[in-house]
C-alpha cells in the first residue's frame, strides 16, 4: 500500500490528537471523538415549577437584595470572571478582571457584599477581596504578606471576613486581622467553616471522618462528632450544622442538640439565606426542596424527565421563591 501524503498527514494529526489526550481509543479499536464540558445557569420558580436557562457560566448565587444573580463564567482556557444579571431587565456586567481567577464566592445577604479569594499571579498566592453589590466597588483587602490564604467567607453578618492561611485560620475586621487558631498541620484537618456568629469553628479531623467544632468563647465546650460523608454545611443565619451520621442531621452548635431530619439522602445540600429551607438533590439525584418548619419534602425536578445532563451548585433567593442551579454534561466539538 502506497502512502499518499494525505494519508500520511491524516495519520500523524491523530496520532498528536491522540497523544494529547483529545481523542482516546475505543475498546473496539475505533477512537472517540473529542467533547466539552457545558455548563449553564438555571433558574426556576418555586410556585409555578417552571424553569429555564439564564446564562452559560458556573456556581449561582443570589445577591442580598434579590434583585440580581451572581455567577462565573470561563474566560479564556484557564480564568474566569464574576457576572451579575438582573432578575428584572436580564442586563448583564461583568464584575471582575479575568485575570483574577476565582473558583467560588461567599455573599453576606444583609450587607449586600460578596467575597472571595483569587490568584492574581503576583508574589501573593491568593488574595481576598471584596466587591460591594450596592456601590460596584470591588476591593483587595488581603492583610498579610508571602501568606496562602483561602475558604473567606463572612461571619458575624458580615462585621468579619474568616479565613484560612497555611497553618493559622483567622479573622478580619474593622480593626485589623486576628490569628483564631494557629500552629496547625495542613494536613490533620480540612476547614469548613466559621459559624454564623463566629463563635464556633467547625473542622475535618484526619484521618478519620470527625467533625471537631472548637467554641473560641469557652474552649472547654470543645468537640468531636462523628460524620459519615462529605456532605455538610453551615447556616447563613443560625449556628446550625447539617450533616450526615447515618441519615441527615441538623446539630444546633450552641446546645449540640442533634435532629434527625426526615428524608433519606442528600448531596450538594445548600441551606436558604433565612435558614428554613435547604435544596439539596436526593439519592436519584432528583432536585428537592426541605422545608425544616413543616418537615416537608418537595420534588422540584425529576431525574428521570432530565437525564440528559447534571445538577449542581443550588442557591435559594433571599424571598424563598427561586432557585438557581448549574446544570453541566457533555458533547461532541463539532
Not at 175 to 184: A, F, V
Not at 212 to 222: E, G, H
Not at 260 to 270: H, I, P, Q, S
Request: proline share 3%.
Amino acid at each position: 500500500m502506497k502512502l499518499t501524503k494525505e494519508l500520511l498527514w491524516s495519520f500523524t494529526l491523530t496520532s498528536l490528537l491522540l497523544s494529547c489526550g483529545i481523542l482516546q481509543w475505543e475498546d473496539d479499536g475505533g477512537y472517540i471523538p473529542p467533547t466539552e464540558y457545558i455548563n449553564e445557569v438555571w433558574l426556576f420558580d418555586i410556585a409555578s415549577a417552571m424553569d429555564g436557562k439564564i446564562a452559560d457560566g458556573f456556581f449561582p448565587r443570589f445577591s442580598g437584595d434579590n434583585q440580581s444573580i451572581l455567577y462565573l463564567q470561563r474566560s479564556g482556557e484557564s480564568n474566569t470572571v464574576l457576572k451579575k444579571m438582573s432578575v428584572s431587565n436580564q442586563m448583564i456586567e461583568t464584575l471582575t478582571p479575568a485575570m483574577l481567577r476565582l473558583n467560588t464566592f461567599d455573599i453576606c445577604y444583609e450587607s449586600n457584599q460578596l467575597v472571595f479569594n483569587a490568584n492574581t499571579f503576583k508574589h501573593r498566592d491568593q488574595d481576598i477581596f471584596v466587591f460591594d453589590l450596592t456601590s460596584n466597588i470591588l476591593k483587595n483587602v488581603t492583610q498579610t504578606i508571602d501568606i496562602f490564604e483561602s475558604d473567606a467567607h463572612f461571619i458575624n453578618h458580615g462585621q468579619y471576613i474568616a479565613y484560612r492561611g497555611y497553618d493559622f485560620i483567622a479573622r478580619m475586621g474593622v480593626r485589623g486581622q486576628e490569628i483564631i487558631l494557629d500552629h496547625l498541620s495542613s494536613g490533620s484537618f480540612t476547614f469548613v467553616r466559621l459559624s454564623a456568629s463566629g463563635t464556633k469553628l467547625v473542622l475535618i479531623q484526619h484521618p478519620g471522618e470527625s467533625l471537631r467544632i472548637v467554641d473560641l468563647i469557652d474552649t472547654a465546650r470543645d468537640t468531636v462528632i462523628e460524620f459519615s460523608g462529605s456532605s455538610y454545611t453551615l447556616s447563613p443565619m443560625k449556628d446550625e450544622l447539617y450533616y450526615r451520621y447515618g441519615g441527615p442531621h441538623l446539630l444546633d452548635l450552641n446546645t449540640f442538640e442533634r435532629y434527625e431530619l426526615n428524608f433519606e439522602y442528600a448531596y450538594d445540600v445548600t441551606f436558604s439565606p433565612d435558614g428554613r429551607f435547604l435544596v439539596y438533590l436526593d439519592s436519584h439525584y432528583n432536585l428537592c426542596l426541605y422545608d425544616m418548619e413543616n418537615r416537608a419534602e418537595r420534588i422540584l425536578l425529576s431525574r428521570e424527565k432530565n437525564a440528559d445532563y447534571n445538577i449542581q451548585s443550588m442557591a435559594i433567593s433571599p424571598d424563598n421563591k427561586l432557585v438557581a442551579y448549574e446544570r453541566y454534561f457533555e458533547r461532541l466539538l463539532e
